[in-house]
C-alpha cells in the first residue's frame, strides 16, 4: 500500500465520512489520480466503502465483515435449495446478501447452529407454503375472521410479509426496502416477480377493471406509481384516490382495527362511475384489511361492480388483525 493511500485510511478513520473533494484537497492530487491510483484499489480490496448517490457521495472505512465459515456439508440437498431460492437480508449497512450465503450469515450473527437452523427453517416454510395454491395464498380466511362484513369477494397475497422466528420473508425485505428507500431498480424487481401472478389472477377471474390503492405518505417515487406502470395491465383503470388530510394518518400508525376503518372509511374516494364485471384492487401490503375491504364497499355501494371484486396484495400478514408498521 503507498503513502497515500495509508494517508487516505488514516484521514477518513478520523473523519469517519469524507467526499472526494475533501480528498483531493488534503492530498494535493487530481481527481483522476484519486480514483485511479488509490479509491479504486481500496474499495476493491474492501477497505473503503461508497455511500450515497451523486452528487452527495462519501467514502468511509468498510465495516469487518462477519467470518462465515461455509461449514455446510451436512446440509441436506433439498433444505439448501429451498434455502438458495428463498433467503434473502438486506444487512444493516445496506448490503444485499442472498441464498445460503445470507442464511449462514444470518446464523452467524445469532450464534445459531447452521445445520439444525436450516432444518427448522425448512419446516417453517413449509408451514407456510400449504397456504400457497397456484402461486397464490388465499387469505380469504383471514377477512372473514376480521371483519363482521365482508365486501371483497376473496383475497391473495403473492407472499406473507414475514414468517415466525425467521422474520421477512425474501418478497417482503424487497417491498419493505424499495418503499423506503424509493430505490426504483427495487421496485422494478418486486414487479417482476408479481406480475405473472397478478395476470393468474386476472385470467382467473376475467377481470376488466382494476384498482391501485393510493399512498398516504408522500413521497418523491411512490411505489403505487411505478407499480401501475410496470405491470402495464389491459384491464380499465378504476378511479380511486386518497383524501387529503389536515394531517396525513397512515394505516400502519393505528394499533386498532376500527381506527383503520374509520380512516379508510374517511379518506378513501371511489371516484368512478363506469360499469364493470370483476375489479381487481392491488395493494401493497395488507396487515388488517381494512383499506381494501373498506374500498370493496364503497365499489358495492355505487354499484359500478356485476361480478366479484377481488384484493391481491404483495405482501400480507398471516394472522387476522395484524400491523405492518415498517410499510
Known sequence: ????????????????????????????ISRQALFKHHLSKLMDNGILVKNGRPPKVYYSIA???????????????????LINKNFLIITPAGERIEGFNAFMYWCQKNDLPLEKT??????TFKKYEKYRKDGLIDSKIKLNSTFKNVFLDNLFYVDFYSIERFGKTK???????????QNKKLM?????????NINVIIKKFKIDGVGFIPPT???ETQLMKVLEKGLDLNSRKVGIVKIKTAVAVPQKTLNKLAD???????????????????????????????TLNETAKKIVEKKICKGKIIGVAITGSFKGFDVISEV
Not at 422494478?188 to 405473472?196: A, G, L
Request: charged letters at 30%.
Open 1 to 28: 500500500m503507498n503513502i497515500n493511500s495509508s494517508k487516505i485510511i488514516k484521514y477518513i478513520k478520523d473523519k469517519k465520512h469524507v467526499s472526494a473533494n475533501e480528498l483531493v484537497d488534503y492530498l494535493g
Open 260 to 290: 383503520r376503518i374509520e380512516n379508510a372509511k374517511n379518506t378513501i374516494v371511489v371516484e368512478e362511475n363506469s360499469s364493470y364485471k370483476n375489479i381487481l384492487l392491488i395493494d401493497d401490503a395488507v396487515g388488517s384489511g381494512a
Open 118 to 123: 436450516a432444518e427448522e427453517y425448512s419446516e
Open 217 to 219: 405518505v408522500k413521497r
Open 171 to 181: 418478497l417482503g425485505q424487497l417491498l419493505l426496502y424499495a418503499k423506503q428507500s
Open 188 to 196: 422494478q424487481e418486486v414487479i417482476k416477480i408479481i406480475k405473472p
Open 63 to 81: 465495516t469487518p465483515k462477519l467470518d462465515i465459515k461455509k461449514n455446510d456439508t451436512k446440509i441436506n440437498k433439498e433444505v439448501k435449495n
